[in-house]
């Protein structure tokens, strides 16, 4: 018997169907422990070293990509296509990027994804693999429109509301499995108390550890309700901090107390919710291990809290490994086997895959290693692809694309739950709601971030257009985040004759020109409305506007449901997730968690 047709007598895994809608039979029943161990008794060395791999690839097409990403594959993994990454080094993952051409529509993303199946089992050990993505919703998402978007992390957490939560991570889990991703780097349960955090802020559900622990509670039996399993990040906790983990190493000085009281809470409900994966965070924690390792390579963090402690024995997966954190103390070749030594099992995307790998299964052949603590993990990770049903039916089709994403009822759910989410934190003399018939003229200047998730924006053009389908007439004019003195008089000069602007601000600082802005366009006498499009805090940074709604995301869902909340189609119910303390005393708050107006 070869080794395929004994791997495929184990998990029921057939020869891989040459077309989307040729499936196997359904997912069935996972299987058991036993024949998962058959099967992996069965596999090579190099086979389980590539299972604990999670990696990228350039291309649309698992076989057939542009000539660019062919190019880009060479360079980087020195592969052509993701058919010869899973050929050469049998990783047991891919990750998409909308970067890296995988996420162009989905039908592509669901013919993307069966090629790499179909190339998993075309392995002497045929293995289903697991693809994954970062589809938080908010301002992090790689599967864009048509793909229904919804509101991000802090709106959810604004909205207050278990059910939407859920829902949102329902119909977005649904909506990824159909078209054949079935890990999803969600939700983030990191709590955020530092206003200038600057990788995690609105992606965090709020600051009150309680309230995010709920939501992320919501949201993993939403996804997996949905059909994917979903991950908790980041690990041990990532919401205090000041320096970007992506350019730098954080360090986290919470005493163990102050971890046990303000971050652990979200991760204890992740793991008693069924939390199928938890990322780790690439920062030191020197209260919960005093060699200051990052979080990802550390075993007192990894094995002896999150797995002894916390009781969790599911996928513990790092965050991206070409990441400056994790890179900071230690070489490439080390990072891999010391996060394997910690407690992980998903090593993913490694900067150079070539250097990782062979420092994995070298790590094995001189000991440092043993074949017995990768078994470990690969089990793991094949009791996850087996639940998800991916040994039995590991393809979509192209009727599961049609029938799921972007529905007209999933489309409409974003919408009521965006409408829920909107906050209004200022409303003098009870400004708000404006009719088209008294401020019939609206002109909409303000920063114009590139889009998050691959909605149309840019913002500006996005509220104006939503004004103008609510009857107003409406003037879009981009400004920037950064406004010069000459775009400054362009916006004062356009407000002129005009009965309303509506003003989108983007991550205020103390000397941000976009505070200038503001502050001439109130001098007017044009009644000005201000719309924080990501960050709540920049209500702390400006005066004079008669009215200010917090977004949390500049995504057109949010900002179409922000329009109907101005012209009250809608009523604000958002509620404060964080604290907003006065820009020149942060010991102030001047709008405390759990604030916001309404109309009634």
Same mark, same amino acid.
């Given at each position: ?432 709601? *404006? ?5 019939? %003229? /609206? !002109?909409?200047?303000? $920063? @114009? +971030? ?106 057109? *869902? ?5 329009? %109907? /909340? !101005?012209?009250?189609? $809608? @009523? +604000? ?28």
């Amino acid at each position: 018997m070869t080794a395929a047709a004994a791997a495929a007598a184990v998990t029921g895994v057939t020869v891989p169907a040459a077309h989307a809608d040729e499936q196997p039979a359904s997912a069935g029943l996972p299987l058991s422990d036993d024949r998962l161990r058959a099967l992996l008794s069965g596999m090579s060395l190099e086979e389980k070293v590539g299972q604990l791999f999670v990696m990228r690839v350039y291309g649309h097409s698992a076989t057939a990509p542009d000539q660019a990403d062919i190019d880009a594959n060479l360079k980087e993994i020195g592969v052509r296509t993701a058919a010869e990454l899973i050929e050469r080094y049998h990783v047991g993952g891919i990750i998409y990027f909308a970067w890296a051409h995988n996420t162009r529509d989905p039908h592509q993303i669901a013919d993307l994804s069966n090629g790499i199946q179909r190339a998993g089992l075309a392995q002497a050990t045929p293995l289903p693999l697991l693809i994954s993505t970062d589809q938080e919703h908010g301002v992090v998402c790689r599967v864009g429109a048509p793909a229904t978007l919804m509101p991000g992390a802090m709106a959810l957490g604004a909205g207050g509301s278990h059910a939407d939560a859920r829902k949102a991570a329902q119909i977005a889990g649904a909506e990824l499995a159909a078209v054949g991703i079935r890990q999803n780097y969600a939700p983030v349960a990191d709590v955020n108390v530092n206003p200038a955090n600057p990788v995690i802020g609105v992606r965090s559900f709020g600051a009150d550890p309680e309230a995010v622990a709920a939501m992320v509670s919501a949201q993993v039996k939403g996804y997996q309700q949905g059909g994917v399993a979903a991950t908790s990040k980041h690990f041990p906790g990532h919401g205090d901090t000041a320096t970007d983990s992506h350019y730098g190493l954080p360090t986290i000085t919470h005493t163990r107390e102050q971890w046990t009281a303000l971050d652990a809470p979200p991760f204890r409900a992740a793991i008693a919710a069924g939390i199928d994966s938890i990322m780790t965070a690439h920062i030191v924690v020197p209260a919960l291990d005093p060699s200051e390792d990052p979080a990802t390579l550390s075993r007192p963090i990894l094995t002896g809290i999150l797995r002894e402690q916390l009781g969790y024995d599911g996928v513990v997966v790092t965050d991206a490994l070409g990441m400056e954190g994790v890179r900071t103390k230690y070489g490439d070749e080390r990072v891999p086997v010391l996060a394997l030594k910690a407690g992980v099992d998903q090593l993913l995307n490694p900067p150079d895959l070539s250097i990782a790998w062979n420092a994995v299964l070298q790590a094995v052949k001189n000991g440092e290693l043993t074949e017995a603590r990768l078994d470990e993990s690969i089990l793991r990770i094949l009791r996850l692809k087996s639940k998800l049903g991916l040994f039995k039916d590991p393809y979509v089709s192209d009727a599961d694309v049609d029938r799921t994403v972007g529905t007209a009822a999933h489309l409409a759910h974003a919408d009521r739950i965006a409408e829920r989410t909107t906050t209004l934190l200022v409303n003098e003399g009870g400004f708000l709601p *404006v009719s088209r018939l008294s401020h019939p %003229r /609206v !002109l909409v200047v303000g $920063a @114009d +971030p590139a889009s998050p998730s691959g909605t149309t924006g840019p913002p500006t053009t996005t509220l104006a257009g939503a004004l103008t389908g609510l009857g107003f007439t409406a003037t879009a004019l981009s400004t920037g985040t950064a406004p010069t003195a000459a775009k400054i008089e362009e916006a004062v000069a356009a407000a002129a004759g005009q009965d309303l602007v509506v003003a989108g601000t983007y991550n205020l600082t103390a000397t941000s020109t976009q505070r200038t802005l503001i502050a001439r366009l109130v001098a007017t006498g044009v009644p000005v409305v201000t719309i924080a499009i990501r960050n709540p805090y920049d209500v702390a940074r400006t005066t004079g506007q008669r009215a200010t709604l917090a977004t949390y995301s500049w995504t057109d *869902v949010e900002l179409r449901a922000a329009v %109907r /909340v !101005l012209a009250g189609q $809608a @009523d +604000p119910q958002g509620r404060l997730p964080v604290p907003v303390q006065d820009a020149a005393d942060p010991a102030k708050v001047l709008y405390p968690v759990g604030y916001g107006l309404s109309y009634r």
